[in-house]
């Protein structure tokens, strides 16, 4: 390892991550830790952004739906993702979960977790034989999948459907 590089185990004390962010990582942070350690966090901030709507928007351009005449779209990303949004939930009465997905293989999904296992297994090893290292590590990753965290939208999938292919 680096001496000037830290780790910083987000999963050691997640109740107070900023707060230990800015006592134990940023060293002129002093007052900003002294008041994250005394009012905490109010809400959880850690809110996932919906790529599937950009994703098809961009799927969507790099086939050609998007072109009129011959000429580039006039549309932005963000307004045929809005778009697509609009139609997928309100017209529809869809949610992004209901699109067509790709997901990891058997194969993929234990290759990813014994990679992750082994990354914390080196970098953190220490936290890694706590309760909230190796056995943490692997409820949360079930819990991904359950979730079909490591899924995306099936682009091809919903641009074959005659419908979304009419809407672009």
């Known amino acids: ?3 000037d590089v ?3 185990n987000i999963h ?3 109740e107070n991550i900023v707060a230990n962010f ?3 990582i940023l060293p002129n942070a002093r007052e900003a830790c002294e008041y994250r350690r005394k009012h905490g966090v109010d809400e959880n901030h850690n809110v996932a952004k919906v790529l599937d709507y950009d994703m098809l928007a961009i799927a969507a351009k790099e086939d050609g739906l998007l072109e009129i005449a011959g000429e580039k779209a006039p549309l932005e990303r963000w307004q045929v993702s809005g778009a697509v949004k609009q139609r997928q939930e309100v017209e529809l009465k869809k949610s992004k979960t209901d699109f067509p997905q ?3 293989s058997e194969e993929e999904e ?5 990679v992750s296992l082994q990354f914390e297994r080196e970098i953190l090893p220490d936290f890694y034989v706590t309760r909230r290292g190796e056995t943490k590590h692997r409820e949360e990753f079930d819990d991904a999948l359950k979730k079909s965290r ?4 099936d682009t091809k999938a919903v641009l074959n459907d005659p419908g979304w292919h009419e809407f672009f």
């Open 102 to 104: 790709e997901c990891l």
């Open 22 to 24: 800015y006592c134990d």
């Open 6 to 8: 830290v780790v910083f």
């Open 110 to 114: 234990k290759w990813y977790l014994e």
């Open 150 to 153: 490591f899924c995306n939208i």
């Open 1 to 3: 390892f680096f001496s």
């Open 12 to 14: 050691e004390e997640p």
